[in-house]
T-cell receptor
Framework: DGGITQSPKYLFRKEGQNVTLSCEQN?????MYWYRQDPGQGLRLIYY???????QKGDIAEGYSVSREKKESFPLTVTSAQKNPTAFYLC???????????FGPGTRLTVT | GESVGLHLPTLSVQEGDNSIINCAYS??????FIWYKQESGKGPQFIID?????DKRQGQRVTVLLNKTVKHLSLQIAATQPGDSAVYFC????????????FGRGTSLIVHP
C-alpha cells in the first residue's frame, strides 16, 4: 500500500524542548517537502529536498532543521528557537519536476 | 504579504449545483497554477494544474479557467456533491519553473444535501 505517512498524528511538548516529526514515503519520489499550516491560512513552505543528502530552505525555515539521509525519509526537527511552534505540519512528496504533490495526514504539534 | 489570495473565504452551495471558486493572483510572472482540495483533518490532495499559456483545462467534473488579463483563476466543480465539501487552495509558481508552489489562504466549500 503506497503512500506517505507522518507520525504521530498529535504531539504535545513543553516549551524549550526540541521535537522531531517523522515523514516516510514509499512512492519512490525524489522530492519531499515540509509545510506549516496555521488556522485559516494557506500552507507555508519550511524546507524541501529534491534529492538525497540535499535540502533547501523554504520561506519560513528559521527555528527548524531537516535531514535527508534516505530517499524515503525526511524528518523535521522543531527546535526551541522556533518562536511559535504550535501548528499543523504537513509533509509531502512528489516526482521531480512536477506540481503534483502527495501529502501525508499531518502532525498537529502543540507546545505549551 | 502573500501573492495569492481568494475572493471568498466560504462558499455554500446545494448538492447538484455547480460551484465556482475564485482566486486572484498578483504576480504576472507566474508560470503555473495549481488547485488542491483539503478535507477536514487531512492533507491536501492535488486536483488539477494549468500552465500560463492555457486559458482552460478540464478534469473529471472540474474545470480550471485562467484569465491572465485580470490575473484571475477559477475552479469550477460540476454537479457538486457532499463529498466535495472541503477547503480549496489555489497555488502559483512564480519562481520560474521551480516546482515549488506558493499557496493562498483557501476557500471553504460547504455543500448542503
Amino acid at each position: 500500500d503506497g503512500g506517505i505517512t507522518q507520525s504521530p498524528k498529535y504531539l504535545f511538548r513543553k516549551e524549550g524542548q526540541n521535537v522531531t516529526l517523522s515523514c516516510e514515503q514509499n512512492l519512490n519520489h525524489d522530492a519531499m517537502y515540509w509545510y506549516r499550516q496555521d488556522p485559516g491560512q494557506g500552507l507555508r513552505l519550511i524546507y524541501y529536498s529534491q534529492i538525497v543528502n540535499d535540502f533547501q530552505k523554504g520561506d519560513i525555515a528559521e527555528g527548524y532543521s531537516v535531514s535527508r539521509e534516505k530517499k524515503e525519509s525526511f524528518p523535521l526537527t522543531v527546535t526551541s528557537a522556533q518562536k511559535n511552534p504550535t501548528a499543523f505540519y504537513l509533509c509531502a512528496s512528489g516526482r521531480d519536476r512536477t506540481y503534483e504533490q502527495y501529502f501525508g495526514p499531518g502532525t498537529r504539534l502543540t507546545v505549551t | 504579504g502573500e501573492s495569492v489570495g481568494l475572493h471568498l473565504p466560504t462558499l455554500s452551495v446545494q448538492e447538484g449545483d455547480n460551484s465556482i471558486i475564485n482566486c486572484a493572483y498578483s504576480n504576472s510572472a507566474s508560470d503555473y497554477f495549481i488547485w488542491y482540495k483539503q478535507e477536514s483533518g487531512k492533507g491536501p490532495q492535488f486536483i488539477i494544474d494549468i500552465r500560463s499559456n492555457m486559458d482552460k483545462r478540464q478534469g473529471q467534473r472540474v474545470t480550471v479557467l485562467l484569465n491572465k488579463t485580470v490575473k484571475h483563476l477559477s475552479l469550477q466543480i460540476a454537479a457538486t456533491q457532499p463529498g466535495d465539501s472541503a477547503v480549496y487552495f489555489c497555488a502559483e509558481d512564480y519562481k520560474g519553473g521551480s516546482y515549488i508552489p506558493t499557496f493562498g489562504r483557501g476557500t471553504s466549500l460547504i455543500v448542503h444535501p
